[in-house]
């Protein structure tokens, strides 16, 4: 059974950094695309990030482009995401997904098979 558990959020000034990282079991990361989704209370779920079969084979949603990155540490089955600048619109509960392959748009969250179930960030003015 696929698991992916997230950690890392918590509360953070404007323009502060945060990390997180997403465990997997039950699968190798290697061979899963990775994404990031966020969503906001009263909001649809947002795409942010997801990576591919390899390190440079990353995708960004535009309103984070230059500020967040994503690498994977397959020793540890891990995918950890680095979200710099962060804003106060950017307040929301992040979700990691994974599926192999994904089954459509990686942009879209019914791409992904399995979910994390999800880390609060909250970003204070």
């Known amino acids: 059974q696929v698991q992916l558990v997230e950690s890392g959020g918590g509360l953070v000034q404007a323009g502060g950094s945060l990390r997180f990282s997403c465990a997997a079991s039950?699968?190798?990361?290697?061979?899963?695309?990775m994404g990031w989704f966020r969503q906001a209370l009263g909001k649809e779920r947002e795409f942010v990030a997801a990576i591919g079969w390899s390190d440079s084979d990353t995708y960004d949603a535009d309103s984070v482009t230059g500020r967040f990155t994503i690498s994977t540490d397959n020793a540890k089955n891990t995918v950890y995401r680095q979200m710099k600048s962060l804003k106060p619109e950017e307040t929301a509960v992040y979700y990691c997904a994974g599926s192999s392959p994904p089954h459509g748009l990686i942009s879209r969250p019914s791409s992904y098979e399995y979910w994390g179930q999800g880390t609060q960030v909250t970003v204070s003015s």
């Open positions: 039950g699968c190798s990361i290697s061979s899963y695309f």
